[in-house]
């Protein structure tokens, strides 16, 4: 004898309908309250994402910044090895590379 097993519903939409049931019997004011309750909740999450997004953005320049060095790191010390100090020219030159990328992977909130 086997049993017919009928699909359970995704947590999602189990949560979904209880929502939906809730807010079908909630009166004006509490309606109310949960649309700002939700508003603020998505505004402190943009405000998390914004955070999150920019610390990546500085620490995908800075891995950017340490690949240049180590890509011309050869031309670095043969540099430094004929004159005893490295170029600032071929430094500010990586930096420069750096700083552009970081500014093209800035995030506007």
Same mark, same amino acid.
Request: charged share 30%; proline share 6%.
């Given at each position: ?5 009928? #699909?359970?519903?995704? #947590?999602? +939409? ?12 909630? #009166? #004006? /004011? =509490?309606?109310?309250?949960? !649309? =700002?309750?939700?508003?603020? %909740?998505? /505004? ?9 997004? !920019?610390?990546? /953005? %500085?620490?995908? /320049?800075?891995?950017? =910044? ?5 890509? %011309?790191?050869?031309?670095?010390? +043969?540099?430094?090895? $004929?004159? $005893?100090?490295?170029? =600032? ?21």
């Amino acid at each position: 004898m086997s049993k017919k097993l009928t #699909p359970q519903p995704e #947590p999602e +939409q189990r949560e979904l309908s209880s929502v939906l049931e809730y807010l079908r019997s909630a #009166p #004006p /004011a =509490l309606l109310e309250a949960f !649309e =700002l309750s939700r508003l603020n %909740h998505i /505004a402190n999450m943009r405000e998390e994402l914004s955070s999150i997004l !920019e610390r990546m /953005a %500085h620490e995908m /320049a800075e891995a950017r =910044l340490a690949r240049l060095l180590l890509e %011309h790191r050869r031309d670095l010390l +043969q540099q430094s090895k $004929g004159n $005893g100090a490295v170029s =600032l020219d071929s430094l500010s030159e990586i930096i420069s590379q750096a700083k552009l990328l970081a500014e093209r992977s800035k995030v506007e909130p």
